[in-house]
């Protein structure tokens, strides 16, 4: 294998690339190593499904399309919906996988802020506040920890619910 070489340099940069920035997504799943053979698979089955396409560009590009979906497919297939309800701390016992049932026993302990924000996302109607623009405050963007302090009806300087968040969930 060591005599292997990707026919075209510009493709092999940008798997590279790409494959470092987006490698976080399948870290759990995959390693960068295979991630990358993934790309050179993409390039691969790009050749060989569109025998017509010859201008570098136009493979560049279906290449490109390739290896995102095959990212998409690695992270839809792996990722599942946990559903439980947060309560008392017996709802969770119906969880129907481990995975859902570690995470319904993660939030029972979980400080208020952290169920207040997830609670506030799988409310219908409450994520429009979070897709309006930013607000600006004399000149300066409005932050996460603002924009969440403002939907809670909490106060930004003295609760800091971004921080909450990563700790809670690192």
Known sequence: MSNFRFPDVGARKWLFKFAKKHHWRVAAWI??????????AA???????????VDPPHIMRLFQLVFRSKIENIVRSNSKQ???????????????????FD???????????VLEVLTLFT?????????????R???QRE??????????GKDPNSTNVVETLRMWFA
């Open 143 to 152: 932050t996460m920890n603002e924009r969440l302090c403002k939907l809670l």
């Open 43 to 53: 390039y691969y089955e790009v050749l060989q499904r569109y025998p017509t396409a």
């Open 123 to 135: 409310k219908e109607g409450t994520l429009e506040g979070l897709r309006e623009p930013p607000k």
């Open 103 to 113: 995470f319904c026993a993660l939030m029972v302990n979980a400080p208020q802020e």
């Open 31 to 40: 390693d960068f190593d295979d991630l990358v053979q993934e790309g050179y």
């Open 137 to 139: 405050n004399k000149g």
């Open 82 to 100: 946990v559903d439980c309800i947060v309560g008392d701390g017996t709802e969770y016992e119906n969880a129907a996988s481990p995975e859902a």
